[in-house]
C-alpha cells in the first residue's frame, strides 16, 4: 500500500530564507506521480508542483523546486526567498497505478517578518 | 468557468440523519474523489470514481456511498450521520488521476458537524 510520511508537523522560517518541507513515500510500483499542494488559512487547496517517477530532472514552478531522490524514496518542497505569504498548510500527496491519490498529513509553515 | 463546486458549504446535522454532500465539475474531468480533512490527520481518500459508473473506495470509505452516473456529478452520502463525521469535506477532480502536471482542481469544502 502506498503511504506518504511528513515529518514536520511545523516550521519557523525567517522572511527571504529558504525553506524546505520533508516528504518520504512507499510505494511498490516503478511509475508514480507526486504532488505539493498548498492550503492558506482561508482553507481552499492550491496545486502547487508535480514530479513523474520517470522525470529524470527536478520539477521547478517558480520559487518552487521539488528535490526528489528516488532511490531514497523522498520528494522534498523547496521554496526559495520565502513570503509572508507563503504561511500556510502544506501537503505532500502521491498517485500510482491504483489510480488513488493519497495526502500526507502536512505541515504548517509559519513565516517570520 | 466554475471548475469544481460542491454544496452546501456549511452544514449541521443530528446523528443519524442523512445527507448528500453535492459536487460538479464543468471541466470534463474523468477522475473526481472525495477527501475528509480533519486536524492532525491531513486529507483522507474515502471514495474515488475514475469515470461515469465506476467508483471505488479510498481509505475511509466506512458510512459513506457515492454514484456516478454523469462525468459531471460526484455526489457522496452520509447514510447515518455520527459525531465521528464531523469534518471538512472536498471534492476534487483531474483530468486523469495522475500524470505531468494534472493536479487536481479542488472545491471549496463543506463543514459538517453532526451533533
Known amino acids: 500500500a502506498q503511504k506518504i510520511t511528513q515529518t514536520q508537523p511545523g516550521m519557523f522560517v525567517q522572511e527571504k530564507e529558504a525553506v524546505t518541507l520533508d516528504c518520504t513515500y512507499d510505494?511498490?510500483?516503478?511509475?508514480?506521480?507526486l504532488f505539493w499542494y498548498k492550503q492558506p488559512s482561508s482553507g481552499e487547496m492550491i496545486f502547487l508542483i508535480y514530479?513523474?517517477?520517470?522525470?529524470?530532472q527536478n520539477a521547478t514552478e517558480g520559487r518552487y523546486s521539488l528535490n526528489f531522490q528516488k532511490a531514497r524514496k523522498s520528494a522534498n518542497l523547496v521554496i526559495s526567498a520565502s513570503q509572508l505569504g507563503d504561511s500556510a498548510m502544506y501537503f505532500c500527496?502521491?498517485?500510482?497505478?491504483?489510480?488513488?491519490?493519497?495526502f500526507g498529513k502536512g505541515t504548517r509553515l509559519h513565516i517570520l517578518p | 468557468n466554475a471548475g469544481v463546486t460542491q454544496t452546501p458549504k456549511f452544514q449541521v446535522l443530528k446523528t443519524g440523519q442523512s445527507m448528500t454532500l453535492q459536487c460538479a465539475q464543468d471541466?470534463?474531468?474523468?477522475?473526481m474523489s472525495w477527501y475528509r480533512q480533519d486536524p492532525g490527520m491531513g486529507l483522507r481518500l474515502i471514495h474515488y470514481?475514475?469515470?461515469?459508473?465506476?467508483?471505488d473506495q479510498g481509505e475511509v470509505p466506512n458510512g459513506y456511498n457515492v454514484s456516478r452516473s454523469t462525468t459531471e456529478d460526484f455526489p457522496l452520502r452520509l447514510l447515518s450521520a455520527a459525531p465521528s463525521q464531523t469534518s471538512v469535506y472536498f471534492c476534487?477532480?483531474?483530468?486523469?488521476?495522475?500524470?505531468?502536471?494534472?493536479?487536481?482542481?479542488f472545491g471549496s469544502g463543506t463543514r459538517l458537524t453532526v451533533v
Open positions: 476534487a477532480s483531474s483530468p486523469t488521476a495522475g500524470g505531468p502536471g494534472y493536479g487536481y482542481t
Open positions: 510505494t511498490s510500483d516503478q511509475s508514480y506521480g
Open positions: 514530479q513523474g517517477s520517470y522525470d529524470e
Open positions: 500527496a502521491m498517485t500510482n497505478r491504483d489510480d488513488k491519490i493519497i
Open positions: 471541466m470534463n474531468h474523468e477522475y
Open positions: 470514481s475514475v469515470g461515469a459508473g465506476i467508483t
